[in-house]
């Protein structure tokens, strides 16, 4: 939420006001922008005093004439605060499509069991629909070069390795159990950042990791679904992601011009280069099977459904996340929502797919969702504190 400042107003007083319209951007952080810090992606906003306004100002500064204070401000009609509608508006829709995506990806894993196909298949979705947001200009078409596409391939290539093992651990084990493995993700993060970046981290980021591993372990102990093959994928999309927002960092510097479902669109579209070739060498000699074997448990528009509304949904939970942030919320903030998020899917999926959940899995599942809560505090802290050392060398000089 961002306040708008006004300049005070000088005499002749006209109490007809004009708002200056307000350009809405999307902006992303969930996939991490160039140069930009895992744990703060969002960039703040300056409001623009108008032209007219600040022109009008000088000449009257310029004259030496007097200025109407707040005891004038009773003869203007006061205007009322907006509130922010988008943002809980938003915030809802990604909580929905994420929910809505985990569970059709999951019914679709179970009736036609081909991950590489079906984790391609979402690339191409949300390229497809990238697309027509280009050709309709109802999202600007990003400006990039051959120097830029030569920047993204491995940050492609990366993205390709965590999207596609996510999506075979999801066809290994519980939607919820695969979340909470999900949730080590920081884990990567901060045991990568130091010999890849060169940051390194203080003691309470470590800290705040103990809470994730206790979790992640506690759940595993009672995991009906528990199969090393999911955990070992769940765990190689952990490493495919943080390795995808490192090189992001590291290659796309240059290219800071491009917002965030600019950025995730063009990768979605370059993971291709690696992902389609793969699928057809791993999987491609059993498609034909499946699709019969699928089509003759929901019909072949039953199964076509499925695949269609995934794809659909995969993209516009993305898309929303970039949404929620371009509203001016704080990491923190966002933070909090996206751990709520996981926990919102977790149960839900628990609840549809009707998984055998004990105690135990749920008190290990709510620790590791809350370090991963913890760790966004603790990253959080730290950049802070780095940039009034900055600010405070900066002084000193």
Request: aromatic content about 12%; charged content about 10%; proline content about 6%.
């Amino acid at each position: 939420m961002q306040a708008a400042l006004r300049a005070p107003v000088t005499a002749p007083v006209s109490t007809k006001c004009r708002s200056a319209p307000i350009t809405v951007r999307c902006l992303g952080t969930q996939l991490p922008r160039p140069a930009v810090s895992v744990a703060a992606g969002v960039q703040s906003r300056q409001a623009v005093v108008p032209r007219p306004l600040q022109h009008a100002s000088q000449q009257q500064h310029a004259r030496g004439e007097s200025v109407i204070v707040a005891s004038s401000a009773a003869s203007v009609p006061a205007e009322a605060p907006q509130s922010n509608w988008k943002l809980p508006v938003y915030i809802v829709l990604w909580y929905a499509f994420n929910i809505i995506f985990n569970i059709v990806n999951k019914s679709t894993l179970n009736t036609f069991p081909c991950p590489w196909f079906i984790g391609t298949w979402q690339l191409v979705a949300s390229g497809l629909f990238m697309a027509f947001l280009w050709i309709t200009r109802l999202h600007p078409v990003p400006k990039v070069d051959s120097k830029f596409f030569m920047a993204l391939m491995p940050v492609a290539l990366f993205h390709t390795v965590g999207h596609i093992a996510a999506v075979v651990s999801f066809s290994q084990m519980a939607v919820s159990f695969t979340h909470i493995v999900k949730s080590a993700e920081p884990v990567f993060s901060v045991a990568l950042s130091g010999p890849l970046l060169g940051v390194g981290y203080p003691w309470y980021v470590w800290a705040s990791l103990l809470p994730i591993v206790a979790g992640c372990s506690l759940s595993a102990m009672k995991e009906v679904s528990f199969a090393w093959s999911g955990f070992n994928n769940a765990m190689i999309s952990n490493m495919g992601m943080v390795l995808r927002n490192i090189y992001s960092k590291k290659s796309l510097n240059d290219y800071k011009h491009i917002d965030g479902i600019n950025l995730f669109g063009l990768i979605s579209l370059a993971s291709l280069i690696y992902c389609v070739p793969a699928s057809l060498y791993f999987e491609s000699g059993i498609w034909k099977g499946m699709w019969e074997a699928s089509v003759a448990k929901t019909g072949e528009w039953g199964t076509a459904q499925l695949l269609l509304w995934g794809g659909f949904f995969y993209h516009l939970y993305n898309q929303l996340s970039y949404m929620v942030l371009d509203q001016g919320i704080s990491p923190v903030t966002f933070s909090v929502g996206n751990t709520m998020k996981r926990v919102a899917v977790v149960v839900s999926s628990v609840m549809f797919f009707k998984n055998p959940v004990s105690g135990l899995n749920w008190i290990g599942s709510f620790i590791a969702i809350l370090g991963t809560y913890l760790y966004s505090l603790a990253t959080d802290r730290y950049a802070d504190e780095k940039k009034k050392a900055a600010a405070a060398a900066k002084k000193a000089q």
